[in-house]
């Protein structure tokens, strides 16, 4: 949207009539895009966390169904049916934002590094040993946030 702007603002008949009705189209579908992108966006991942959900239930639902009788005297009813809910309650509340979150961050990553990549060529040689390092920082920062998780 910048780039229309600052093509906008530059144009020499920006003042006519049939100028700014051109710039104003581009602009209006410009928006029009984000906003189907946006929403399709949304009821793929409402439609993903709802079958996720799903699939859960039934795998949750038929390793309990073939279990043997040993497991429904030593579990409460009460328990089997708690387990079903908050499952299935933490697939409905939490994954999708999640998700969503996830998904947003990479968009942005994504465009950041294009952006830098763009503006800056020689970044891109120095992405790849800057990668190389990063890898085994994560495997420690995981382990250890898996320690310090634990000890809570």
Partial sequence: ??????????????????ARDFYMTI?????????????????????????????????????????????????????????????IDSMDQNFPAKVDDFLNSLTEVIGIVAVIIYSTPSFLALMIPISILYYPLQKLYLSSSRQIRRLE
């Fill in 1 to 18: 949207t910048n780039g229309v702007l600052t093509t906008w603002s530059d144009d020499q008949n920006r003042d006519d009539a049939s």
């Fill in 27 to 87: 602009y209006g579908c410009m928006g029009v895009t984000q906003t189907v992108i946006f929403l399709s966006k949304e009821i793929i991942l409402y439609l993903a966390c709802a079958k996720a959900s799903r699939l859960i239930h039934e795998q949750l639902l038929n390793k309990v169904m073939h279990s043997p009788m040993s497991f429904f005297d030593t579990n409460p009813m009460g328990r089997i049916l708690n387990r079903f809910s908050s499952d």
